[in-house]
């Protein structure tokens, strides 16, 4: 049985999580455990199978084991996100929670819905105390500000200058609401419009997940929302066609009955075979439909951008470059033996990767970008 079956009957599942018909066939149980674990959906495997008697004990144990692993990670999450609130409400910094904290709302059990870090929009003009009370609660930035135990991510703004919500979201606290002056929100529809473009950042830039399609479906099922409104603002950000594409699969999926499209089809298809590294391989079928519009000589372009990445990339990776630019070909060779030597694991990536460059495939991936009208060679994302 392959990926793609595996991943179907997890969908299955799913659908009898939601109290609507399922059908399990020939499943491989294990793999179908790895599938969810990778799509971020261990908890609700687990509650799903562990009454099943088809299910064999060592999978049980083991999906168990995860799930109650990343339920010791949200708990630990949701402690000091609350300490953090806390100390900003205590400081009058204007903050915001974002993605996971608002999604896990709506699920019938918010242990179902992990997040993998805390996200806080905050005022920027008081970085400085920001820093300052996140050091005081044992916090270090690194790329992001970590204890060893929870990652937080404060952002200054939702989107970065080259992607596609950055202007549109350049004045995100006039788009927002509050009760005290401090905690701000979201309407549900603007917090949509939000999720749905940091979601198309993830599709143009390499994929999404189940998790995210079930995120679509759980929204629309639980919020009434103006849709005339949505309809309007997607077609601002040139997404009304992706989001209808995304919400129609989530029908698809979760729906009783529901037939879909050729382009929703595909679409599925390419989720469902994602896998571990499926949003690298996605990503890189995206930079080779940008810059190759014939397909062709893909593997030796992925080759050449792998071996020799831009600058601008190489800065995120090693600061410093900002500052010696000139040293750009000594850091190639030392991330080439740091892959070599350190992170091996990059190795695999990149032979799945290669193998992910062939025409038929890159070509049925540029079709279903085709679908959503949307610009692909416009944003950097």
């Not at 609507?20 to 261990?42: C, G, M, N, P």
């Not at 060592?58 to 799930?67: F, G, H, M, T, Y």
């Not at 200058?161 to 606290?173: D, Q, T």
């Not at 006039?174 to 009760?179: G, S």
């Amino acid at each position: 049985m392959d990926c793609i079956d595996n991943a179907k009957n997890l969908i299955q599942l799913i659908r009898g999580y939601l109290g609507k018909s399922s059908e399990i066939k020939d499943v491989d149980w294990k793999r179908a455990f790895y599938i969810a674990k990778a799509h971020s959906l261990s908890t609700i495997f687990y509650d799903t199978v562990k009454e099943r008697a088809d299910v064999p004990d060592n999978v049980k144990l083991i999906a168990r084991n995860s799930a109650l692993a990343q339920i010791h990670q949200q708990v630990q999450q949701d402690y000091y996100a609350q300490e953090i609130y806390k100390q900003l409400y205590e400081n009058n910094i204007k903050f915001m929670p974002m993605k996971g904290s608002v999604l896990r709302q709506l699920y019938q059990i918010p242990e179902h819905r992990l997040s993998c870090d805390v996200d806080i929009l905050f005022d920027v003009e008081k970085q400085e105390k920001v820093k300052e009370i996140l050091e005081n609660l044992d916090f270090k930035k690194d790329k992001e500000w970590h204890n060893g135990v929870v990652t937080v991510e404060m952002h200054e703004e939702l989107f970065s200058e080259y992607s596609l919500g950055y202007e549109y979201f350049s004045n995100v606290w006039e788009k927002l609401k509050t009760d005290d002056g401090i905690k701000y929100y979201f309407s549900d529809e603007d917090f949509y419009i939000y999720f749905m473009t940091h979601t198309a950042k993830h599709f143009f830039n390499g994929g999404f997940g189940i998790r995210t399609v079930l995120d679509v479906y759980e929204f629309n099922t639980a919020k009434n929302l103006d849709k005339e409104y949505l309809k309007t603002e997607f077609e601002k950000l040139g997404l009304y066609k992706f989001t209808h594409m995304v919400e129609e699969l989530a029908k698809y999926w979760f729906d009783d009955d529901y037939s879909a499209t050729e382009e929703v089809t595909a679409l599925s298809d390419i989720i469902l075979s994602s896998g571990v590294y499926g949003a690298e391989r996605n990503s890189v079928m995206v930079k080779n439909i940008k810059k190759n519009s014939k397909n062709k000589h893909a593997r030796l372009k992925y080759l050449f951008v792998t071996l020799f990445p831009k600058y601008r990339t190489m800065k995120i990776l090693y600061p410093f470059l900002k500052y010696l630019p000139f040293m750009l070909p000594i850091m190639w060779v030392y991330k080439w033996f740091e892959v070599l030597l350190v992170r091996r694991k990059s190795i695999a990536k990149f032979t799945g990767n290669m193998d992910s460059m062939s025409e038929q495939k890159v070509d049925k991936f540029r079709k279903v970008l085709e679908s959503t009208d949307f610009p692909v060679d416009k944003y950097k994302y």
